[in-house]
């Protein structure tokens, strides 16, 4: 039995008043991994074992749908230069590719391993891992087979650029052609950089060539979409069902109908946006449309270097008009919807017992107090 708890949030209404379900002076059981029982502390059941939080707060732990995380090297020179007016335009994950090719499978491990230590530390229990940086066959597998290590949530990014000096055409038939193959055993996801206006990514026909490869070999669709222009990727999304939408920068007032009238997610990364001195999306604007909403860190070496959810948070409150209880609902319960998952993001019983502790009496401290490193992830003790 977990008791103490100052205040909890279930994301569950049927346990509590509002979209968050929160309870004060609460507890939760916890058998076998999941969620058994909550309610107020004095109606708890007996249990074998009690860990008292003190009138901390708990949260349901951050689901971050949207990192890069199995690469090699630094691109602080680059921020460094965007911060001085350098334009953010994609370019710059050729670097990466280099040193994660160079890189051996030990360093690439270390990496991923300490990045999702680093965001267990901070309350994130669930992320989705792509690959990306590899842009090879083998590289590309290496990767997912990496990522798999951690995370089920692995997604096959070969479209993330068109590697330099490749033909267009013949890297697209590699990705949707021997490099899908090769990775789809270590996948559940395929993605797309779908960006007409840069020059690295893909274009409206290249990225449906993509999902529709992706998805015959039994993989699940997700689109980078709509990041640097208004192009065609959150519609393409929309239209063939993908789970998740992500970016969402510059969007149409028929993009914004086309997500309201679907089932796919609006995943925002105001980190991004932070990083690379671009505006930030028009959250309030998805909002109001009734549009399902995430919030993800996009944490990469280049775009946004970033593993903490709970600075996501506050961003989106501060910088995107989202309210407190809507950014934090987006960073738990949004992220599963946007992973499809319905054992995340909730503390409703039958729920995975992933809990956030947050070193305050109110979850409110995450928005409230930004850049301090409230949450964590709370360890249960093991049978």
């Known amino acids: 039995m977990v008791t103490g708890i100052g205040e909890l949030v279930t994301n569950d209404p049927a346990l509590g008043p509002g979209p968050l379900g929160t309870l004060t002076d609460a507890a939760l059981v916890v058998a076998d991994g999941a969620v058994a029982w909550v309610g107020p502390a004095v109606a708890a059941p007996d249990a074998d074992r009690r860990v008292d939080l003190a009138g901390r707060a708990v949260v349901p732990g951050f689901v971050d749908s949207h990192a890069h995380l199995v690469f090699a090297g630094d691109r602080a020179a680059e921020f460094s230069a965007r911060m001085t007016g350098a334009r953010y335009d994609g370019g710059g994950i050729a670097s990466t590719v280099a040193a994660t090719r160079a890189a051996t499978d030990a360093q690439l491990r270390a990496r991923l391993r300490s990045l999702v230590a680093e965001m267990r530390a901070q309350g994130t229990t669930t992320v989705e891992v792509k690959s990306g940086y590899g842009l090879t066959v083998a590289d590309e597998a290496r990767s997912l087979r990496l990522a798999a290590e951690v ?34 055993p270590h996948a559940r996801w395929v993605d797309v950089f779908c960006e007409p206006g840069s020059p690295h990514a893909f274009d409206g026909d290249e990225a449906r ?45 028929a993009d914004v109908d086309g997500l309201a009238g679907g089932r796919t997610v609006a995943t925002l990364l105001p980190g991004v946006e932070f990083s690379t001195r671009s505006p930030y999306p028009d959250a309030r604007r998805l909002l109001s449309a009734g549009v399902t909403v995430a919030l993800a860190t996009d944490c990469n070496p280049g775009s946004c270097y970033t593993s903490s959810m709970a600075f996501c948070l506050a961003l989106a409150v501060r910088e995107m008009a989202m309210t407190p209880a809507e950014a934090l609902w987006s960073a738990t319960a949004g992220g599963a919807a946007a992973l499809r998952r319905t054992d995340v993001g909730h503390l409703g019983v039958g729920a995975r017992a992933d809990l956030a502790v947050v070193d305050a009496p109110s979850w409110l401290h995450l928005a409230y107090r930004p850049g301090v490193p409230l949450a964590r992830t709370l360890e249960l003790p093991q049978a």
């Open 209 to 253: 060539a993509v999902l529709t490869a992706g998805r015959a070999a039994g993989l699940e669709l997700r689109v980078h979409a709509n990041q640097l222009t208004a192009g065609p990727g959150v519609r393409l999304a929309v239209e063939l069902g993908a789970a998740s939408a992500d970016h969402c920068t510059h969007l149409t007032a």
């Open 151 to 184: 995370t089920p949530e692995t997604t096959f990014l070969g479209a993330h650029v068109v590697p330099p000096g490749a033909d267009r055409a013949g890297y697209l038939a590699l990705v949707t052609g021997p490099m899908l193959a090769a990775c789809t």
